[in-house]
């Protein structure tokens, strides 16, 4: 702990800077992991299985109640809005569908896209405080008075090397999660964009007396 209270002083308010970073950029990951493992996300191969069987059986409104059993879950929001137009025709199944995904695809992929600017703004910093540190240094060995000039170069130094270390440090993590995270966002909005498609053909071909493989 003294070599990090250490550290925070010789970066001077760099450190802090970027210390505020982390703590917005951990607050979005937490938030972030909590919606899409535990709200957003659904096992929908399973689940779309289970709407196809209700759908061709003809069972619309036990459907309906499997969506709502998964009130948080994207998919099933976008689901149930095509299901209770299932009777309008096609056009009005497909403007429903179209209509939910519109709504739900901005909330799943809300806030993860601000990691990624985080992780940069970390590194920028963290060079800003490289910079300041190299300056402060240059100007220790120009002006700083003979018995002063080591403790005014190590002073610089230090404010380089520490605000580098952080601000990578910071970035490197978020970068990661960014990634991690985004990879869960694609495949949440790629199974609303597969099965609202599947759900629209299956209820077309329902509506016609048509069978759906």
């Not at 070599?3 to 938030?31: N, T």
């Not at 909590?34 to 036990?62: C, S, W």
């Not at 970390?122 to 060079?127: P, S």
């Not at 404010?159 to 970035?171: D, E, K, P, S």
Request: hydrophobic fraction near 55%; glycine fraction near 8%; aromatic fraction near 8%.
């Amino acid at each position: 702990m003294g070599a990090i209270a250490d550290a925070f002083r010789d970066g001077g308010i760099w450190m802090y800077l970027i210390l505020a970073v982390s703590i917005i950029a951990l607050g979005i990951i937490i938030e972030r992991f909590i919606f899409l493992f535990f709200k957003y996300n659904i096992n929908a191969n399973a689940f779309m299985a289970q709407i196809q069987k209700l759908v061709m059986a003809g069972n619309i409104d036990r459907a309906i109640k499997l969506c709502n059993a998964a009130p948080s879950a994207a998919l099933p929001k976008v689901v149930k809005a095509g299901l209770t137009r299932a009777n309008k025709g096609e056009v009005a199944i497909q403007n429903a569908i179209e209509e939910a995904s519109l709504e739900v695809i901005p909330v799943v992929t809300q806030r993860t896209p601000a990691l990624l600017a985080l992780a940069n703004i970390a590194t920028l910093l963290g060079l800003l405080g490289t910079i300041i540190g190299l300056i402060e240094a240059f100007k220790a060995l120009e002006e700083a008075p003979p018995e002063e000039k080591q403790e005014w170069l190590a002073r610089g130094i230090a404010l380089a090397m520490n605000t580098t270390a952080f601000g990578l440090i910071v970035a490197i993590p978020v970068l990661l999660f960014h990634l991690f995270l985004s990879g869960i966002t694609k495949k949440i909005v790629g199974e609303i964009d597969q099965y609202s498609v599947k759900l629209e053909n299956l209820l077309v071909a329902h509506s016609k007396g048509q069978t759906v493989d």
